[in-house]
T-cell receptor, first 114, second 110 residues
């Protein structure tokens, strides 16, 4: 079974530029999560999807971050415009309807904003 | 905001020794999980303990949960160099929305 795929693995941008991250969850997984992990801290949930609907986006900075999950499969997370403090690893995770409590994480996208 | 706080923040031990790390949380939970993260990589699920359980084992891992103290501990027995990683607890209050702690960085010296 293929794991959670993310791309790109690394991205360097200037502040005020925009950037997008892509996630392909494990096939058949209904729930998809995006986390932000700042260096030295634990992951912080940004948004949670159930199929293509948003379950929780209370910690998503909506003035600059947006996410979508078209057709309930792949998802993209966008930052526009980026700030220095957005430098972090962005992790995508998914879980199945049968075992929602177990999340499977992708390798993450490491973002550096200069 | 972080729900869990791991203690210690960093731990260095010799191969073969046991490693114990603790997690404290603030609100009532449905379950608590422990994850491992190797340097620069995604997280790997290790073990889940439900709020009505007190202890759980998986291989060299032993997890305890004390809901009255809102705390959990992870014990890794007979540690190996490959156990070097950061360990995080994550709590779920019943909505499958997980809040991660700050992590313990474990270094196992060969």
């Amino acid at each position: 079974e293929a794991g959670v795929a993310q791309s790109p693995r690394y991205k360097i941008i200037e502040k005020r530029q925009s950037v997008a991250f892509w996630c392909n969850p494990i096939s058949g997984h209904a729930t998809l999560y995006w986390y932000q992990q700042i260096l030295g801290q634990g992951p912080k949930l940004l948004i949670q999807f159930q199929n293509n609907g948003v379950v929780d986006d209370s910690q998503l900075p909506k003035d600059r971050f947006s996410a979508e999950r078209l057709k309930g499969v792949d998802s993209t997370l966008k930052i526009q415009p980026a700030k220095l403090e957005d430098s972090a690893v962005y992790l995508c995770a998914s879980s199945s309807a049968q075992r929602q409590e177990t999340q499977y994480f992708g390798p993450g996208t490491r973002l550096l904003v200069l | 905001s972080q729900q869990g706080e791991e203690d210690p923040q960093a731990l260095s031990i010799q191969e073969g020794e046991n490693a114990t790390m603790n997690c404290s949380y603030k609100t009532s939970i449905n379950n608590l999980q422990w994850y491992r993260q190797n340097s620069g990589r995604g997280l790997v699920h290790l073990i889940l303990i439900r709020s009505n359980e007190r202890e759980k084992h998986s291989g060299r891992l032993r997890v305890t949960l004390d809901t009255s103290k809102k705390s959990s501990s992870l014990l890794i027995t007979a540690s190996r160099a490959a156990d070097t990683a950061s360990y995080f607890c994550a709590t779920d209050s019943g909505t499958y929305k997980y809040i991660f702690g700050t992590g313990t960085r474990l270094k196992v010296l060969a």
